[in-house]
């Protein structure tokens, strides 16, 4: 069960309008790493745990959260649009900083949503729930999550580079404190969770149906052997349960592939042309 309290969990106003950086900010609330993204990836998460514990909390109490953040974000980008010159354009396009503002805005924020936000992009792409992952594996899931906080922080901080509204960059500033605080607390989750099941994702599928001589094997498939020097390449495995090794020249451990030709109803090429090594070519009519 969910309930809402009317105030914010942080201030969300600026100093002025401002819609071409309300288009901006657009990113960090319905792109892929945005705040909808992550809000719903740790719910869905929660949600399909099949028991209770610490793990479960800290999904639903970080979901929740996000979704405080999703209003933040939405009052802020209904603030920047406060005010906007989208009756009289023309008129007001005469000056050229208001100008260069309605060419860069967003005009869904005009015509489609009255002056508010969008769930989508700062493009325009709108939000899919194809963004989130929620596979039941909750270290893979953790995982995900971390990377998701580690992007969704990059974006937040380019973003922050970007503003000139003390307002925003405050509420920026908080929004990049709590990345910091979720980026922490998954590496700390991942961190128990490997310590239990070790690193490798599942850990519950038997070893001996995986083909071991591959297990802890860096094929050198590029021009060079830089990646020879690598931690990855040397000495024992990370997980503990093989030794790493640097194949450097990696042969195939396969035949070339003979494809069985398809049955004449296909009308694919016919294999006789395919093995012609001739190059005839008929006159053309063009």
Do not use: C
Not at 238 to 266: H, N, R, S, W
Request: no cysteine.
């Amino acid at each position: 069960m969910f309930y809402h309290v009317k105030e914010l969990q942080y201030h969300a106003k600026p100093e002025k309008p401002d819609p071409l950086y309300a288009k901006k900010l657009q990113e960090i609330l319905g792109g892929q790493f945005g705040e909808i993204s992550v809000a719903l990836q740790y719910l869905f998460q929660g949600w399909s745990v099949r028991g209770d514990g610490k793990y479960k909390d800290l999904l639903m109490d970080t979901g929740a959260e996000e979704l405080a953040h999703i209003e933040m974000l939405a009052t802020m980008i209904a603030r920047l649009l406060d005010g906007a010159p989208v009756g009289d354009l023309e008129k007001a396009a005469k000056d050229p900083i208001i100008g260069a503002i309605l060419g860069g805005m967003n005009p869904q924020h005009a015509i489609v949503s009255g002056l508010g936000a969008l769930p989508a992009d700062s493009v325009g792409n709108r939000w899919t729930a194809d963004y989130i992952i929620a596979s039941g594996n909750l270290l893979a899931d953790f995982r995900a999550n971390l990377n998701a906080e580690s992007q969704g922080r990059l974006q937040a901080v380019r973003l922050y580079e970007e503003a000139t509204d003390s307002g925003v960059k405050d509420m920026l500033s908080w929004l990049i404190a709590r990345d910091t605080m979720h980026q922490n607390q998954w590496v700390a989750a991942i961190y128990e969770l490997e310590s239990k099941e070790n690193i490798v994702v599942p850990s519950t599928f038997p070893k001996e149906l995986e083909k071991r001589e591959v297990s802890y094997a860096l094929f050198n498939l590029s021009r060079g052997n830089e990646s020879a020097t690598g931690r990855w390449a040397n000495g024992q495995s990370i997980d503990g349960q093989g030794t790493f090794q640097y194949v450097e020249q990696p042969v195939p451990f396969a035949p070339e592939p003979k494809l069985t030709p398809a049955p004449p109803y296909i009308h694919n090429t016919l294999p006789s042309i395919l093995k012609d090594g001739t190059n005839l070519m008929p006159p053309s009519k063009y």
